[in-house]
Nanobody, 111 residues
Framework: QVQLVESGGGLVQPGGSLRLSCAAS?????MGWYRQAPGKLRELVAS???????TYADSVKGRCTISRDNAKNTVYLQMNSLKPDDTAIYYC????????WGQGTQVTVSS
């Protein structure tokens, strides 16, 4: 099992930005950022292959950028123009088959 540690969340006003980080214990081919809002199912936000191919959910397309540093086994999610609907716990994990979930990092968008 790969160990995953997310960080970078926080409280931000609408329109603000955050950069999330995910450190993995070993290299992973395809990584994803997921989120789970209160009362909702966990959903995939973005994914990235080791070669840099990316996908985004329609809800974040144009506002978020996923990137990775393969040398550091770290994946990032830059989130801009944040909205209250982006409020959720954000997790990273392998994609499409997930492994043991980490603690996640809370993102709260509120004025």
């Amino acid at each position: 099992q790969v160990q995953l540690v997310e960080s970078g969340g926080g409280l931000v006003q609408p329109g603000g930005s955050l950069r999330l980080s995910c450190a993995a214990s070993r290299s992973i081919f395809t990584m994803g950022w997921y989120r789970q809002a209160p009362g909702k199912l966990r959903e995939l936000v973005a994914s990235i292959t080791s070669g840099g191919r990316t996908t985004y959910a329609d809800s974040v397309k144009g506002r978020c950028t996923i990137s990775r540093d393969n040398a550091k086994n770290t994946v990032y999610l830059q989130m801009n123009s944040l909205k209250p609907d982006d409020t959720a716990i954000y997790y990273c994990n392998t994609y499409p088959n997930t492994q043991l979930w980490g603690q996640g990092t809370q993102v709260t968008v509120s004025s």
